[in-house]
Structures are given as C-alpha cells and as structure tokens.
C-alpha cells in the first residue's frame, strides 16, 4: 500500500491508498517542528484503529508547500517504513507537464499535483478551484499544460481578518445563511451573508474572468475541504474532487514505478 502525505499550510493530510482507492486518511495541523517520531507515535495509533499495520505500508510520497515540514516527513518514511520518500516534483516524480508560466519553480507543489490528478480525470481546458488556507483557481489547458491561475484569501483566513480587525464582530461558524435574503437583520445574518454570499460572488465573478479569457469551453473542478460547503448554492462548479491531491499523488506514484 501506499502512503501519500499533502502537507498544507494549515493541515498535512495523510492517506493509505490501494492503488488509487483511498482506504484511509487521517489530516493533523501543520507543524513544522513535529518530529519524525511524534508523526509517527500518532500514525500508528491511526493505523491500528484501522485494521492497517506500518508493516503493510510499502511506499511513502509527499507533497509539500512547507518546505521545512519535509526533512521529519522524509525521516518518517525512512526510519518507521522503510523506504525513501518520493516527493513531487523531484526526480523521479517530476511534474511531467509543462509549466507555461514566469516562474514555474515557485509553484506550489499542490497546485501542480491537482492540475496533473484534474486533466486526467477531466480532458479538456479547466479551472481547478482548491479552497483551503488560500483559494487558489489554476487554468490548464487541453493538453494538460498550466497555465497560470489566481490566489485569493481562503475563505477562514477572510473571516478571520474580519473578527480579528473589528473588536465587537463575534466569531461565527461559516456556513449558509438561512434564508436567500441578503438583507441581515442582526449583526450574525450580515457577517453570515457578507462572508458567505460574498465569497461564492468572488469565485463566481473570477471563474467567468477566466472562462473569457481563456475563451473555449471549459471545465470547472473544485476540491478542498470547503468546496462541499459552496454545492448546491451555486452552479459554477461542474465537478467536485474532494481528494484531488491525494489522487493525483497516486497517479505520480504510479508513473514512477510503471517508468522504473
């Protein structure tokens, strides 16, 4: 089995995944001063709540955005199983597509896993649309190749500006507001209604940019942990991969080991 590690801004996910089937996954917030050891303390407990064994894991690959995260990440592969950790975007999982963008090298490694794990699940020109500590919206096109995209405020580091810049705001759960008016009578409806209709007008009002600009038929595809909270309150999206990363970390996986 595999295990593939997307280490976040705010989370690092772990997942053990039987080829491409996720059998389990587990996310602790992003520390980059945990150790190998304390990772593995943790992931072992995880996996035998599972039913699952480290003895059972046979390959580790990572994705990182936290640079420092990587060396306790790597240790972990090698001291508690037994292997060398792939990490994206190195040799010999390089990206594989091309880059046409400025500075391809300060490409966050997340963003160029989902743009590899998108076009392979959805041929044709996208927009990949990640919400996690920042919203990002990446283009690719038909052949598969980035290129470019937008970063924008995640959507809690939004509402966290806005309570932590306002001292008589309260700190509100991010969800729907009740009703579709967006008229707020009370300070929560209107903060509940700014944050929330404000944003899905922000990704609505960026997707239709994009689309222009690109200018042939393209798809939209949504991942990350609030992408479910925004479906079925708006019809921007065409698809929902909640676990895009991890997928396309198994899809290198595989083309790593089917080019050796």
């Given at each position: 089995m595999l295990l593939a590690i997307d280490a976040g801004n705010t989370n690092v996910v772990f997942a053990v995944l039987e080829g491409r089937r996720i059998v389990a996954r587990w996310r602790i917030a992003t520390d980059p001063r945990r150790t190998a050891d304390e990772y593995a303390v943790w992931l072992s407990q995880l996996l035998q709540l599972e039913g699952l064994s480290r003895d059972g894991i046979d390959g580790v690959i990572i994705?990182?955005?936290?640079?420092?995260?990587l060396h306790n990440l790597e240790v972990l592969a090698s001291k508690y199983f037994h292997t060398t950790a792939l990490v994206a975007g190195r040799a010999p999982v390089e990206w594989g597509i091309p880059l046409d963008v400025d500075e391809p090298q300060s490409l966050g490694a997340d963003r160029a896993v989902n743009t590899i794990a998108a076009h392979a699940l959805h041929p044709g020109d996208l927009i990949v649309i990640d919400f996690g500590t920042a919203t990002t919206?990446?283009?690719?096109?038909y052949r598969g190749a980035y290129k470019g995209g937008i970063i924008a405020p995640g959507l809690n580091l939004s509402l966290d500006a806005l309570v932590g810049a306002a001292a008589q705001l309260p700190r509100i759960a991010i969800e729907a507001p009740a009703t579709r008016s967006v008229i707020g009578t009370s300070t929560v409806d209107q903060m509940r209604i700014g944050i929330f209709w404000g944003y899905l007008s922000l990704i609505e009002g960026l997707v239709a940019r994009l689309k222009q600009e690109v200018g042939r038929p393209t798809k939209v595809i949504a991942t990350g942990g609030l992408a479910t909270l925004l479906t079925g309150h708006t019809t921007v999206f065409d698809a929902i991969e909640p676990d895009l990363t991890i997928q396309g970390l198994a899809m290198m996986w595989e083309r790593a080991h089917i080019a050796s």
């Amino acid at each position: 089995m595999l295990l593939a590690i997307d280490a976040g801004n705010t989370n690092v996910v772990f997942a053990v995944l039987e080829g491409r089937r996720i059998v389990a996954r587990w996310r602790i917030a992003t520390d980059p001063r945990r150790t190998a050891d304390e990772y593995a303390v943790w992931l072992s407990q995880l996996l035998q709540l599972e039913g699952l064994s480290r003895d059972g894991i046979d390959g580790v690959i990572i994705a990182t955005v936290v640079p420092r995260a990587l060396h306790n990440l790597e240790v972990l592969a090698s001291k508690y199983f037994h292997t060398t950790a792939l990490v994206a975007g190195r040799a010999p999982v390089e990206w594989g597509i091309p880059l046409d963008v400025d500075e391809p090298q300060s490409l966050g490694a997340d963003r160029a896993v989902n743009t590899i794990a998108a076009h392979a699940l959805h041929p044709g020109d996208l927009i990949v649309i990640d919400f996690g500590t920042a919203t990002t919206l990446d283009v690719s096109d038909y052949r598969g190749a980035y290129k470019g995209g937008i970063i924008a405020p995640g959507l809690n580091l939004s509402l966290d500006a806005l309570v932590g810049a306002a001292a008589q705001l309260p700190r509100i759960a991010i969800e729907a507001p009740a009703t579709r008016s967006v008229i707020g009578t009370s300070t929560v409806d209107q903060m509940r209604i700014g944050i929330f209709w404000g944003y899905l007008s922000l990704i609505e009002g960026l997707v239709a940019r994009l689309k222009q600009e690109v200018g042939r038929p393209t798809k939209v595809i949504a991942t990350g942990g609030l992408a479910t909270l925004l479906t079925g309150h708006t019809t921007v999206f065409d698809a929902i991969e909640p676990d895009l990363t991890i997928q396309g970390l198994a899809m290198m996986w595989e083309r790593a080991h089917i080019a050796s």
